[in-house]
């Protein structure tokens, strides 16, 4: 397995729809993850973290984790043309403080 | 609040040259990471500092790079003898870290380096 691995390939949503990604980690005891947005050609920019079990909402964005299976997924609720980007999910892995990223998941929305 | 800035933003090399490139910290962020990504993948971690010490090095990191942090403030990452594998976006990131409470990562915006 994949130290964080984001599966999907490019997502299509139209406009308004909710847009769904998913991200799997090997680190069970891993206790913080991410979620970072990236337009082409620019730099990772952080748009939610979770810690706990659950759902966490922000604006549009809801990231909801489980840890027992080591899922942590991102929603992107009314989804916007200006939410088409690559979306990173990164986690601390086995104690460490360096992230690890997956290789991102590809967002288009369409008008 | 300025965020993380880095210089150069943008750099083109020819093969076997050394760059330069430097990163300025969020102000009174103690940890600084260097991250590297190139084209369809995420970044990939390289070294960081928390304060002036280099607390851990990529193993997959060639011996042609260097990295540091003098006064615990900016950092400097080098590359000798580039090579055209070295051709990526080069990321730093800050954050203020405390014990027992997560490392919130946040980053520059890169520095692409093109070796020819």
């Known amino acids: 397995q994949k130290e964080v691995e984001q599966n999907s390939g490019p997502l299509s949503v139209p406009e308004g729809a909710i847009a769904s990604l998913n991200c799997t980690y090997s680190?069970?005891?891993?206790?913080?993850f991410f979620w970072y947005r990236q337009y082409s050609g620019k730099s990772p920019e952080l748009i939610m973290s979770?810690?706990?079990?659950g759902d966490k909402e922000d604006g549009r964005f809801t990231a909801q984790l489980n840890k027992a299976s080591q899922y942590v997924s991102l929603l992107i609720r009314d989804s916007q043309p200006s939410d088409s980007a690559t979306y990173l999910c990164?986690?601390?892995?086995?104690?460490?403080?360096?992230?690890?990223f997956g290789k991102g998941n590809q967002v288009v929305v369409i008008p | 609040d300025t965020g993380v800035s880095q210089d150069p933003r943008h750099k083109i090399t020819k093969r076997g040259q050394n760059v330069t490139f430097r990163c300025d910290p969020i102000?009174?962020?103690?940890?600084l990471y260097w991250y590297r990504q190139t084209l369809g993948q995420g970044p990939e971690f390289l070294t960081y500092?928390?304060?002036?010490?280099?607390?851990?090095k990529s193993r997959l990191l060639s011996d042609r790079f260097s990295a540091e942090r003098p006064k615990g403030s900016f950092s400097t990452l080098e590359i000798q003898r580039t090579e055209q594998g070295d051709s990526a976006m080069y990321l730093c990131?800050?954050?203020?870290?405390?014990?027992?409470?997560?490392?919130?990562?946040?980053f520059g915006p890169g520095t692409r380096l093109t070796v020819l």
């Open positions: 990131a800050s954050s203020s870290w405390t014990a027992g409470a997560a490392d919130t990562q946040y």
């Open positions: 680190d069970r005891g891993s206790q913080s």
């Open positions: 979770i810690y706990s079990n």
């Open positions: 990164a986690v601390p892995l086995y104690g460490n403080n360096r992230l690890a």
């Open positions: 102000s009174e962020h103690n940890r």
């Open positions: 500092f928390q304060n002036e010490a280099q607390l851990e």
